[in-house]
Nanobody, 125 residues
Framework: QVQLVESGGGLVQAGGSLRLSCAASGRTFSSWNMGWFRQAPGKEREFVAAISWLGRTYYADSVKGRFTISRDNAKNTVYLQMNSLKPEDTAAYYC???????????????????WGQGTQVTVSS
């Protein structure tokens, strides 16, 4: 059974930074593709960033240049460094994983098998 646990959310002022972490357990993390998604109140969940098991990355246009996804296979952890935060980044952030290890990172929710419980990020103006 795969478990994903997010941490690092909180309240930050616009222009500030946060780093989210997603700790994974259960299986061979190094062969998984990982993703971050977010859901704001009253909105559908949307793609933020993804990293493949090869280390290739892909970002939503709304966060490109501000967010960086990375992974540490030795720690079974994926990170999302968020800089220059804006009020519109306020959302619950979810980590996702798939063991179907395509070399290309995927923005598609349906391709992910496992999800964390989420961590709240609130950006004040």
């Amino acid at each position: 059974q795969v478990q994903l646990v997010e941490s690092g959310g909180g309240l930050v002022q616009a222009g500030g930074s946060l780093r989210l972490s997603c700790a994974a357990s259960g299986r061979t993390f190094s062969s998984w593709n990982m993703g971050w998604f977010r859901q704001a109140p009253g909105k559908e969940r949307e793609f933020v960033a993804a990293i493949s098991w090869l280390g290739r990355t892909y970002y939503a246009d709304s966060v490109k240049g501000r967010f960086t996804i990375s992974r540490d296979n030795a720690k079974n952890t994926v990170y999302l460094q968020m800089n220059s935060l804006k009020p519109e980044d306020t959302a619950a952030y979810y980590c996702a994983a798939t063991s179907i290890g395509s070399g290309a990172p995927s923005p598609l929710e349906d391709e992910y098998d496992y999800w964390g419980q989420g961590t709240q990020v609130t950006v004040s103006s």
